[in-house]
Protein backbone atom coordinates (compact mmCIF):
# COMPACT_ATOMS: atom_id res chain seq x y z
CA UNK A 1 0.00 0.00 0.00
CA UNK A 2 1.43 3.47 -1.26
CA UNK A 3 2.51 5.74 2.08
CA UNK A 4 0.18 9.08 1.68
CA UNK A 5 1.91 12.43 1.46
CA UNK A 6 -0.31 15.37 2.91
CA UNK A 7 0.92 18.36 0.51
CA UNK A 8 -0.50 21.56 1.83
CA UNK A 9 -0.21 24.62 -0.97
CA UNK A 10 -2.61 27.85 -2.11
CA UNK A 11 -5.49 27.56 -3.81
CA UNK A 12 -3.64 30.12 -6.49
CA UNK A 13 -2.75 29.98 -10.24
CA UNK A 14 0.98 29.51 -9.87
CA UNK A 15 0.96 27.17 -7.17
CA UNK A 16 -1.74 24.71 -8.92
CA UNK A 17 0.65 25.52 -12.51
CA UNK A 18 3.55 23.83 -10.32
CA UNK A 19 1.78 20.92 -8.98
CA UNK A 20 -0.41 20.32 -11.92
CA UNK A 21 1.59 17.43 -13.05
CA UNK A 22 1.50 15.61 -9.84
CA UNK A 23 -2.12 16.40 -9.06
CA UNK A 24 -2.69 14.58 -12.40
CA UNK A 25 -0.61 11.85 -12.44
CA UNK A 26 2.03 12.71 -15.29
CA UNK A 27 5.08 12.18 -13.57
CA UNK A 28 6.19 9.34 -11.98
CA UNK A 29 5.40 9.79 -7.90
CA UNK A 30 7.98 7.05 -6.55
CA UNK A 31 5.73 4.64 -5.16
CA UNK A 32 4.07 7.54 -3.04
CA UNK A 33 0.61 8.81 -2.72
CA UNK A 34 0.02 12.85 -2.25
CA UNK A 35 -3.01 13.88 -0.83
CA UNK A 36 -3.39 18.03 -2.00
CA UNK A 37 -4.52 20.21 0.63
CA UNK A 38 -5.77 23.73 -0.30
CA UNK A 39 -5.73 26.55 2.49
CA UNK A 40 -4.39 30.24 1.85
CA UNK A 41 -0.85 31.19 2.49
CA UNK A 42 -1.64 32.55 6.24
CA UNK A 43 -3.20 29.37 7.02
CA UNK A 44 -0.56 27.32 5.76
CA UNK A 45 2.27 29.67 7.45
CA UNK A 46 0.26 29.09 10.81
CA UNK A 47 -0.29 24.94 10.52
CA UNK A 48 2.71 24.80 9.80
CA UNK A 49 4.06 26.01 12.89
CA UNK A 50 2.44 22.66 14.24
CA UNK A 51 3.77 20.65 11.82
CA UNK A 52 0.22 19.56 10.47
CA UNK A 53 1.24 18.51 6.84
CA UNK A 54 4.24 16.50 5.73
CA UNK A 55 5.31 18.97 2.96
CA UNK A 56 3.66 22.49 3.38
CA UNK A 57 4.75 25.39 1.47
CA UNK A 58 5.02 28.53 3.57
CA UNK A 59 5.79 32.13 3.65
CA UNK A 60 10.12 32.16 4.12
CA UNK A 61 9.41 34.90 6.95
CA UNK A 62 7.69 32.11 8.62
CA UNK A 63 10.29 29.83 8.66
CA UNK A 64 11.66 30.93 11.63
CA UNK A 65 8.90 29.66 13.58
CA UNK A 66 8.83 26.48 11.68
CA UNK A 67 12.26 24.93 11.80
CA UNK A 68 12.58 22.91 14.09
CA UNK A 69 9.97 20.71 12.65
CA UNK A 70 10.96 21.41 8.78
CA UNK A 71 13.57 21.78 6.25
CA UNK A 72 13.35 23.89 3.18
CA UNK A 73 13.39 22.10 -0.32
CA UNK A 74 15.70 23.21 -3.26
CA UNK A 75 12.15 23.10 -6.08
CA UNK A 76 9.10 24.52 -5.45
CA UNK A 77 9.61 28.19 -4.75
CA UNK A 78 8.20 31.75 -5.64
CA UNK A 79 10.72 34.07 -6.53
CA UNK A 80 10.49 37.59 -7.93
CA UNK A 81 13.89 38.90 -9.56
CA UNK A 82 13.16 42.38 -9.86
CA UNK A 83 9.20 42.39 -8.73
CA UNK A 84 6.87 41.27 -5.95
CA UNK A 85 4.34 41.99 -4.19
CA UNK A 86 3.01 45.86 -4.67
CA UNK A 87 1.54 48.52 -2.24
CA UNK A 88 -0.59 50.49 -3.80
CA UNK A 89 -2.80 53.37 -2.40
CA UNK A 90 -6.12 55.36 -3.78
CA UNK A 91 -4.16 58.78 -4.16
CA UNK A 92 -0.21 59.31 -4.63
CA UNK A 93 1.69 58.21 -1.56
CA UNK A 94 5.58 58.82 -1.05
CA UNK A 95 7.69 56.59 1.05
CA UNK A 96 7.54 59.66 3.71
CA UNK A 97 3.80 59.41 3.54
CA UNK A 98 3.71 55.84 4.87
CA UNK A 99 5.22 56.66 8.14
CA UNK A 100 1.89 58.68 9.04
CA UNK A 101 -0.56 56.18 7.18
CA UNK A 102 -1.87 52.79 7.88
CA UNK A 103 -0.98 49.76 5.68
CA UNK A 104 -3.38 46.88 5.19
CA UNK A 105 -1.24 43.93 5.17
CA UNK A 106 -2.00 39.87 4.06
CA UNK A 107 -0.71 38.29 7.37
CA UNK A 108 2.32 38.97 9.39
CA UNK A 109 4.17 36.45 8.94
CA UNK A 110 4.19 36.61 4.91
CA UNK A 111 7.33 37.85 3.37
CA UNK A 112 5.82 40.83 2.03
CA UNK A 113 5.18 41.52 5.51
CA UNK A 114 8.66 41.60 6.48
CA UNK A 115 9.88 43.65 3.22
CA UNK A 116 7.26 46.36 4.44
CA UNK A 117 8.58 46.70 7.89
CA UNK A 118 11.95 46.94 6.26
CA UNK A 119 10.35 49.64 3.25
CA UNK A 120 9.09 51.40 5.95
CA UNK A 121 9.60 50.85 9.50
CA UNK A 122 7.58 53.62 10.84
CA UNK A 123 4.34 52.71 9.44
CA UNK A 124 1.23 51.43 11.06
CA UNK A 125 -0.73 48.06 9.51
CA UNK A 126 -3.52 46.45 9.73
CA UNK A 127 -3.89 43.06 8.52
CA UNK A 128 -7.06 42.17 6.30
CA UNK A 129 -7.57 39.19 3.96
CA UNK A 130 -5.45 39.41 1.35
CA UNK A 131 -8.28 39.66 -1.11
CA UNK A 132 -10.01 42.14 0.82
CA UNK A 133 -7.15 44.51 0.44
CA UNK A 134 -7.39 46.03 -3.14
CA UNK A 135 -11.22 46.39 -1.98
CA UNK A 136 -10.57 48.22 1.01
CA UNK A 137 -7.92 50.87 -0.52
CA UNK A 138 -9.81 51.52 -3.43
CA UNK A 139 -13.44 52.26 -1.49
CA UNK A 140 -10.68 54.53 0.29
CA UNK A 141 -11.22 52.18 4.10
CA UNK A 142 -7.34 52.25 4.67
CA UNK A 143 -4.96 54.38 3.38
CA UNK A 144 -2.50 52.10 1.32
CA UNK A 145 -2.54 48.13 1.34
CA UNK A 146 0.12 45.55 0.10
CA UNK A 147 -0.84 43.18 -2.97
CA UNK A 148 0.17 39.67 -3.55
CA UNK A 149 -0.57 36.90 -6.29
CA UNK A 150 -2.63 38.16 -9.15
CA UNK A 151 -3.57 41.65 -7.29
CA UNK A 152 -0.25 42.35 -8.23
CA UNK A 153 -1.74 42.40 -12.32
CA UNK A 154 -4.89 43.94 -11.48
CA UNK A 155 -4.39 46.91 -9.60
CA UNK A 156 -5.04 49.56 -11.98
CA UNK A 157 -7.59 48.50 -13.39
CA UNK A 158 -9.27 50.22 -9.98
CA UNK A 159 -7.58 53.29 -10.78
CA UNK A 160 -4.93 52.44 -7.52
CA UNK A 161 -1.72 54.23 -7.88
CA UNK A 162 1.75 52.03 -7.08
CA UNK A 163 3.63 53.17 -4.42
CA UNK A 164 6.23 50.74 -4.10
CA UNK A 165 7.38 47.43 -5.92
CA UNK A 166 9.00 45.79 -2.91
CA UNK A 167 10.78 43.40 -5.13
CA UNK A 168 12.26 45.90 -7.47
CA UNK A 169 13.08 47.71 -3.88
CA UNK A 170 14.67 44.83 -2.73
CA UNK A 171 17.02 43.78 -5.62
CA UNK A 172 17.79 47.35 -6.10
CA UNK A 173 19.26 47.18 -2.66
CA UNK A 174 20.38 43.89 -2.28
CA UNK A 175 20.98 42.56 -6.17
CA UNK A 176 19.30 39.85 -5.08
CA UNK A 177 15.86 38.57 -6.13
CA UNK A 178 13.13 38.56 -3.55
CA UNK A 179 12.12 35.20 -1.97
CA UNK A 180 8.61 35.11 -0.96
CA UNK A 181 7.42 31.51 -0.33
CA UNK A 182 8.53 27.87 -0.68
CA UNK A 183 8.25 24.42 0.45
CA UNK A 184 8.72 22.95 3.33
CA UNK A 185 9.07 19.09 4.35
CA UNK A 186 9.07 17.71 8.09
CA UNK A 187 12.00 16.91 9.38
CA UNK A 188 10.97 13.36 10.78
CA UNK A 189 10.11 11.93 7.25
CA UNK A 190 12.68 8.89 6.88
CA UNK A 191 15.29 10.38 4.49
CA UNK A 192 14.13 8.28 1.57
CA UNK A 193 10.48 8.84 1.69
CA UNK A 194 11.81 12.50 1.87
CA UNK A 195 14.06 12.59 -1.05
CA UNK A 196 11.77 11.22 -3.27
CA UNK A 197 9.13 13.84 -2.55
CA UNK A 198 12.15 16.20 -3.66
CA UNK A 199 12.08 14.61 -6.28
CA UNK A 200 8.49 14.75 -7.44
CA UNK A 201 8.18 18.40 -6.87
CA UNK A 202 10.86 18.54 -9.03
CA UNK A 203 9.95 16.72 -12.04
CA UNK A 204 6.24 18.13 -11.47
CA UNK A 205 7.57 21.60 -12.05
CA UNK A 206 9.76 20.86 -15.03
CA UNK A 207 6.82 19.15 -16.33
CA UNK A 208 4.61 22.01 -15.83
CA UNK A 209 7.79 24.62 -18.07
CA UNK A 210 8.08 22.20 -20.48
CA UNK A 211 4.09 21.34 -21.03
CA UNK A 212 3.26 25.29 -20.53
CA UNK A 213 -0.12 25.07 -22.52
CA UNK A 214 -1.60 22.25 -20.63
CA UNK A 215 -0.16 23.76 -17.32
CA UNK A 216 -1.60 26.94 -17.58
CA UNK A 217 -5.34 24.82 -18.95
CA UNK A 218 -4.84 23.72 -15.50
CA UNK A 219 -3.92 26.56 -13.78
CA UNK A 220 -6.82 28.63 -15.24
CA UNK A 221 -9.44 27.45 -12.96
CA UNK A 222 -7.95 28.69 -10.08
CA UNK A 223 -6.99 32.40 -11.57
CA UNK A 224 -9.98 34.22 -9.47
CA UNK A 225 -10.85 35.11 -12.13
CA UNK A 226 -7.63 36.47 -14.41
CA UNK A 227 -7.93 36.26 -17.71
CA UNK A 228 -5.77 33.86 -20.00
CA UNK A 229 -3.14 36.66 -20.76
CA UNK A 230 -2.54 37.80 -17.12
CA UNK A 231 -2.60 34.71 -15.73
CA UNK A 232 -0.22 33.57 -18.26
CA UNK A 233 2.20 36.51 -16.88
CA UNK A 234 1.15 35.96 -13.99
CA UNK A 235 2.48 32.23 -13.53
CA UNK A 236 5.61 33.40 -15.26
CA UNK A 237 6.50 36.09 -13.11
CA UNK A 238 6.72 32.99 -9.88
CA UNK A 239 6.62 29.88 -12.15
CA UNK A 240 10.66 29.94 -13.06
CA UNK A 241 13.96 29.21 -12.54
CA UNK A 242 14.00 29.46 -9.02
CA UNK A 243 11.03 27.64 -8.76
CA UNK A 244 12.89 24.87 -10.54
CA UNK A 245 16.25 24.66 -8.69
CA UNK A 246 16.59 27.56 -6.34
CA UNK A 247 20.52 27.50 -6.51
CA UNK A 248 22.96 29.38 -5.09
CA UNK A 249 21.70 32.47 -5.23
CA UNK A 250 18.63 31.92 -4.78
CA UNK A 251 19.70 30.49 -1.40
CA UNK A 252 21.98 33.31 -0.86
CA UNK A 253 18.48 35.65 -0.84
CA UNK A 254 16.62 33.58 1.37
CA UNK A 255 19.67 33.57 4.07
CA UNK A 256 19.92 37.76 3.47
CA UNK A 257 16.54 38.06 3.87
CA UNK A 258 16.68 36.60 7.01
CA UNK A 259 19.43 38.68 8.26
CA UNK A 260 18.44 41.63 7.07
CA UNK A 261 14.96 40.75 9.12
CA UNK A 262 17.26 40.03 12.05
CA UNK A 263 18.98 43.03 11.93
CA UNK A 264 15.70 45.04 11.76
CA UNK A 265 14.13 43.26 14.76
CA UNK A 266 11.26 41.82 12.81
CA UNK A 267 13.08 37.97 13.33
CA UNK A 268 13.79 37.42 17.18
CA UNK A 269 15.92 35.03 16.41
CA UNK A 270 19.01 34.61 14.05
CA UNK A 271 18.21 32.03 11.55
CA UNK A 272 20.26 30.03 8.95
CA UNK A 273 17.97 28.65 5.91
CA UNK A 274 18.27 24.64 6.28
CA UNK A 275 17.67 22.82 2.61
CA UNK A 276 16.97 19.12 1.76
CA UNK A 277 19.65 18.30 -0.17
Not at 33 to 49: G, P, R, S
Not at 88 to 105: C, F, G, I, K, N
Not at 144 to 151: K, N, Y
Not at 252 to 272: M, T, W
Request: glycine content about 10%.
Amino acid sequence: MARTITLAHSPDSDDAFMFYALAKGKVDARGLEFKHVLEDIQTLNEKAAQGVYDITAISFHAYYKVRGKYLLTGSGASVGDGYGPVIVSRRPLTRQDLDEATVAVPGELTTAFLVFRLYAPSARWKVIPFDKIQEAVGKGDIDAGILIHEGQLTYRDQKLHRVVDLGEWWKLGTGLPLPLGGNAIRRDLDLKTAAACCDVIHDSVKYALDHKKEALDYALTYGRGMDRARADKFVGMYVNGFTLELGKRGEDAVAELFRLGHEAGIIPVRVEPEFMD
